[in-house]
C-alpha cells in the first residue's frame, strides 16, 4: 500500500511538472511556485563557528540545540526593503509548512534570537537555530530577482529549520554522480556530502522530489550538469520548487517531534 502511495504521488509530480500546473494561486506581481529551481540556486551559509565546531565535534543538525525552541521560528522582514505582496508571499508560504507540521512561524516582537530577511543578491540562508552561537540575529536572503517563488522560500526556510540540501546525503553517491568539473568555481561547498553523525535521514529514503534537492543544472559553469541521478527518469524532475514533498513532510515532523 505505501509503494502503491509512493507511486501515486511520483506520477502526479510528474503530471504537474510536465503541465507547468500551479499548486497555488499567484500573487499579482509574483509567481506563487516555480516548478523547478531555475533562477537563483540556494546557498547554505557557514560561518567560521560553525566550521569549527564540525570539525571538532562532528555533530551538526543531529543535534537537538539546532532546532527551535517550542518549535517556533521567529522571524523579521522589514519595509524596506520588502514590499507588502513580498511579506504576503512570505506569509503564505511559512503557511504551507505550518499546515502539515507542528512548526510554527511568528513574526518578531523583542526576541533575542530570531532569523532577519534580507534581500541581498542570491538566496541564502544559514542552517539550523543559531541562538547563541553567533551575535545579532541568523542569515536568511531572499533577492527580490529570483528568490520570490513559494519553493525557494520554503527552501530557505527548511535550511533555517535545521536542513541541508538532499544532495548532501551521505548515501547521495548511491542515488546521485556530482560533476565537480562543472560546478562553478567557490560554489563547492553547496554539494559536501555529509556524514551520518553530522546529519540524518530520519530513517527516510533518499527523495529525488525534496524541494531540499538542486536541479541537475544548479551552479553550472559551463552549461552541462552539475548533478546526474542514478535514475535519469527523474533527471529533469529534481530541483522541483512547488513545495515539501511526502518525505520532507515526514521529516520536519520527526525532526520536531510532531504527533502524529
Known amino acids: 500500500m505505501v509503494l502503491k502511495k509512493h507511486i501515486i504521488f511520483v506520477a502526479l509530480v510528474v503530471f504537474a511538472v510536465s503541465m507547468n500546473f500551479a499548486l497555488a494561486l499567484p500573487l499579482d506581481g509574483y509567481s506563487s511556485f516555480s516548478s523547478r529551481e531555475e533562477d537563483e540556486p540556494c546557498e547554505i551559509i557557514v ?3 560553525e566550521k569549527q565546531e564540525r570539525l571538532l565535534m562532528r555533530n551538526g543538525m543531529v543535534q537537538t540545540m539546532y532546532r527551535w525552541p517550542n518549535n517556533t521560528v521567529v522571524y523579521n522582514m522589514d519595509s524596506p526593503p520588502f514590499d507588502a505582496a513580498e511579506k504576503d508571499l512570505v506569509e503564505r508560504s511559512l503557511k504551507t509548512i505550518e499546515q502539515v507540521t507542528c512548526v510554527k512561524f511568528l513574526k518578531r516582537t523583542n526576541e533575542d534570537f530570531y532569523v532577519n530577511l534580507t534581500a541581498n543578491s542570491g538566496c541564502s540562508s544559514q542552517v539550523g537555530y543559531q541562538g547563541r552561537l553567533q551575535n545579532g540575529p541568523q542569515r536568511l536572503n531572499l533577492s527580490k530577482s529570483g528568490c520570490f517563488s513559494l519553493g525557494t522560500i520554503v527552501h530557505e526556510f527548511l535550511h533555517a529549520l535545521g536542513f541541508y540540501h538532499m544532495q548532501s546525503a ?13 560546478i562553478q568555481t567557490g560554489k563547492e561547498h553547496n554539494f559536501e556530502k555529509y556524514g551520518a553523525n553530522v546529519i540524518t535521514d530520519f530513517g527516510i529514503s533518499y527523495d529525488y522530489l525534496s524541494v531540499m534537492h538542486y536541479s541537475a543544472y544548479a551552479f553550472s559553469s559551463n552549461k552541462e550538469a552539475t548533478i546526474e541521478p542514478q ?10 520548487r512547488n513545495g515539501l514533498s511526502e518525505k520532507d513532510i515526514a521529516k520536519i515532523n520527526i525532526m520536531y517531534n510532531c504527533p502524529e
Open 47 to 49: 560561518s567560521d563557528a
Open 170 to 182: 551521505s548515501n547521495r553517491d548511491d542515488f546521485v554522480t556530482i560533476k565537480w568539473e562543472n
Open 231 to 240: 535514475d535519469l527518469a527523474y533527471k529533469n524532475l529534481i530541483g522541483q
